[in-house]
Each structure stands twice: as C-alpha cells, then as structure tokens.
C-alpha cells in the first residue's frame, strides 16, 4: 500500500455465520413485547405457521439477494476508489518532483543574486497571479518553459482525480451502508422464522413436519409426471429422423436425463459434489452455498462466468420451456426471482433451499416456477 494512504475498516467478505445478531434479537424482543402488550388471540394453526415461515425463508431469499448484489457494488467501489487513490499518489509524486526542478531554478537564480520576481511567480497558487506568471514565461529557457507548462498540467489533472476519489469514497461508503442493512434484514427474518418454530410443541412439530411430507409428495408427483413427459417427447423424435436419414436403432434410446452438453455435464457434477453442505447466505463456497452462490460455482467449474443474483443469473443463456428442461439448467422460482436451483432431469434439481437446510436434491415444483434459462 503506498505510503500516502491509510488503512480503511472493510467489511469482511467472508460468509455471514448463521448466528443471530443483537439487533435481531433486539427486534424479536421487541416483536414480543408489542404481542404481550396486546390482547391474546387465538393461536395459529400449524398451516398458518407453516405459511408464515415459508414465507419468512423466502423474504430472507429475497433480502439474500439484495445483500449479495450491495456486496458486490461495495467491492467494485472499494476496486474503483482504490485506483483513483493510487492515481492521485502517482500524480502527486510526479507533481513534487517537477516541484523540485522548479525549485533547482531558484536555487540557482538565488546562488546568483536571489530569487527574482519570475521565481515567486511560478511557486505562487494565487489564481491572480497567472496572467502576470504568463507575461514572464517569455523570460524563461524553453526547458524552464516545458518544466513550468508540465506542472500547471500535473497540477490540474491532480487536482481533478482527488475530486473524482473523493466522490468515489462517499459512494463507497453508501454502498457499505446498504451491505449493512441488507445484512440486519436477512438475520431478523430468519430470527423471526427460528422463533416462530421455537414455540411449538413436540406434536406441533409433528403435524408440521407431516404437511411438509405431503408438500413434498405432491411436488415429486408433479416430477414424476413431467419426466414421463419428456421420455415420450425423447421417444417420439428419436422414432422420427429428419427426411434424408435412416431411423436410428431403437436398442440404445439416448437418456432424457443426459446433460446435453459437456459444460453441462461439468457444472452438474460440481453441483453433486456438493450436497449436503450448509446453506448461509451471502456464501459462495466452497464449504457452504446460498442459491444463486451454488449455480454460479457450479458453472464457474464448468468454464462459464455467471452473474451473482438470481436477478442477473435469470438474463444469461436462453430461455427455455420447463417441458424443455435439461440437466444444468437453472430454474427460477416465484414472482420476485428470489430462488434458483439447477435442473438433473426427472422433474429433480438441486438446490441449496434456505438458512438452517443443506444442498440437496427436491422436485422444482416444491416451489412455484418463474422460469428457466439454458447457460451454455
């Protein structure tokens, strides 16, 4: 780090811990306070409590994204910031040592008889000054001349990348803000949904996890039907080669769960590797994962730069139909795009679901589909 420059608080970029935060905490409280203060109601059932923490994981999903895209604007500002700093180290540096030629000058010219009025001229910063510093460049050597012209222009140009690092820092330290925030966001939803299901009863629980067995039942039956789907759709157009070709042999029917390419094939076995490990949020590996940091890896692996958020992962590649679905593909999910898992073929992804659950494979019709895009 240059010299001229002072060590600046970052914000870590580590994975956030899955810890809850005094804020949260603070906010919870005071979520229970409100709630005593207020007359009893009756208690929800386990399906409105189901519902609720449903919808607070997927609130948390949402705030994941608004914090993973805050965290990358704050890095790309910190980069920016530092490159205008060191610019202006570098220009500074230049700006003193022609400072110092200036200064041989005068020395010179008080060896031999003191400094002229020339010399105190062109050491002034008196913006007056400049039309009488003018009329005495003419009594200049031309090298003087030169030496006088490069350090009004390494003045300026200096003076003009401290501005430009200045109003870099202030957006810097906005973006840090919004990291903040963003980052408080996710931990009380996910402390609201923790305290929800704290106040169950072992049967509650039970029930809980019964509906949540039934859900899931339903999405996989959902799969079930749309592999069958696709193995007849694959049927059908290996049974009817294009006009000119001789129908294939019907010994060695291609699998509809074949990724269709080998960039696929990479990005889905990357994606395997990591099942069951912890979904944090903000985390992009490689010990734990949020959604849209899993698809990013995955295809990073297979050679293929996707964005960070689910927002900019759903504009890359080419749409493509969830009938049409094939393994490495993504599937968006919900209204907001605030989820995404990678398609494996058979109606099946895998996915890193929310806070507290790990990597694993699940039907995409677990949750309602957005849409799906093919990366490469």
Known sequence: MPSHRKPRTR??????????????????????????AAPAGPKPSIEEVQKKVDDLYRQADLATQKYDAAKEATAAQRAKADALLDQVAAGTAKLNDTRRVIG?????????????????LLFSDDPQAFFDRNQLMGRLSDEQHRTLSTFESQRAANAKKRAEASRSLAALTTSQQTLRAGKQDVQTKLAAARTLLSTLTAQEKARLAAIEKKKQDEAERQAAELAAQQAAAAAKKKATPPAGHAPSSPSSPSAPSAPATTKAAKALAFARAQMGKPYVWGATGPASYDCSGLTQAAWKAAGVDLPRTTWDQVKTGTRVATADLQP?????????ISHVGMYIGNGMMIHAPHSGAYVREESIYYMPIYGSVRPA
């Not at 935060?21 to 306070?33: I, K, W």
């Open 328 to 336: 490495g593909d993504l599937v968006f999910f919900y209204d907001d």
């Open 104 to 120: 041989s000058y005068a020395a010179a010219q008080y060896r031999d008889g003191g400094v002229t009025p020339t010399m105190t």
């Open 11 to 36: 914000i870590g970029t580590t994975a956030p811990a899955l810890g809850v935060t005094t804020a949260a905490l603070a906010s919870v409280s005071l979520l229970a306070q409100s709630a005593d």
